[in-house]
Nanobody, 127 residues
Framework: QAQLVESGGGSVRPGGSLKLSCLAPGLRDAMRVMAWFRQRPGKEREWVASIKVDDGSTYYADPVKRRFIVSRDLAENSVFLQMNDFLPADSGVYYC????????????????????WGQGTRVSVSS
């Protein structure tokens, strides 16, 4: 079964930027929707953003709108999350997720729609 592998985590200053990557083998042919989720300390896992693989349409959770950008590169089998204007509340473990089925629920962040998950990459704020 294909695995998703995140990378790019680390420390970022408040107001700074960081770009996460997710390697998704078979992205172009097998995946329909990819998403990013995060789990902040002491919080439940929450949806961050989704992207429709075929046309690149993007969807964002309210806390990250106009700060984060999700994108994909089909040639590289990769999905990215550009995080800008980083806030301390953005700290946590970020997970890449994918589904072979297109559903509106997946676009809007229903975690139950996603069958493939990465291991997560940690992002923290630095002083």
């Amino acid at each position: 079964q294909a695995q998703l592998v995140e990378s790019g985590g680390g420390s970022v200053r408040p107001g700074g930027s960081l770009k996460l990557s997710c390697l998704a083998p078979g992205l172009r042919d097998a995946m329909r929707v990819m998403a990013w989720f995060r789990q902040r300390p002491g919080k439940e896992r929450e949806w961050v953003a989704s992207i429709k693989v075929d046309d690149g349409s993007t969807y964002y959770a309210d806390p990250v709108k106009r700060r984060f950008i999700v994108s994909r590169d089909l040639a590289e089998n990769s999905v990215f999350l550009q995080m800008n204007d980083f806030l301390p509340a953005d700290s946590g473990v970020y997970y890449c997720a994918g589904t072979r089925f297109f559903t509106h629920e997946a676009l809007l962040g229903d975690a139950r729609q996603f069958g493939l998950w990465g291991q997560g990459t940690r992002v923290s704020v630095s002083s």
